[in-house]
Each structure stands twice: as structure tokens, then as C-alpha cells.
């Protein structure tokens, strides 16, 4: 399963990559806006947001650009490792 993550925290970026590792899944993180952020999100099976750790203007183009391609998206407003694990528990298997 492939899973995009929208902000949280540049020093949590390792944690992510490993917590995503043990579900099998692979992650994009952005935790800044980069140019083009709707170019970069390809065709994942999920989007996850931290809403407390992004601007409106990301939210926005990752929201849209999910809803053109029927992605399901996921909105957290903490950015901690344990609300990304509950999140992929519940839509990832674990390895």
C-alpha cells in the first residue's frame, strides 16, 4: 500500500518512514509545501494530513488533487507516532 503523508514534523520524518515500514507500506512525506505538491502526490491509496501541522493553502491542493483521483483522504489533528500507527492499523496490514 502506497500512503502519502501532508505535514506533521520535519524532526519526525525518520519515524514516519519506519512506522510505515512496519505496516508495509510505502510513504511520501511533506511536511513543507514543496512547488508543484499536486505534481509530487502521484496515485497513492491514502492520504494522510496533519491538520495541526499544515497550511490551509497545502491542505487545500492536496485535498483537491485527492478528490480528482479518488483517493481516500485521512485528517489528524496530532502528528505523533502513535495517531499515524492507529491510522495504518486500521487500513494497513502489519508485517
Do not use: W
Not at 510513504?27 to 494530513?49: E, H, R, W, Y
Amino acid at each position: 500500500m502506497s500512503i502519502v503523508i501532508i505535514g506533521g514534523h520535519d524532526r519526525m520524518i525518520r519515524q514516519y518512514e519506519t512506522i510505515c515500514k512496519k505496516h508495509n507500506c510505502k510513504a511520501k512525506i511533506f511536511t513543507q509545501m514543496p512547488s508543484c505538491l499536486n505534481k509530487k502526490i502521484g496515485n497513492p491509496d491514502l492520504v494522510v494530513l496533519f491538520t495541526n501541522t499544515v497550511s490551509h493553502k497545502m491542505v487545500r491542493c492536496a485535498v483537491s488533487e485527492a478528490k480528482n483521483k479518488n483517493i481516500e483522504v485521512v485528517r489528524s489533528h496530532s502528528s505523533s507516532q502513535a495517531a499515524l500507527t492507529e491510522i495504518l492499523e486500521q487500513r494497513c496490514e502489519i508485517a
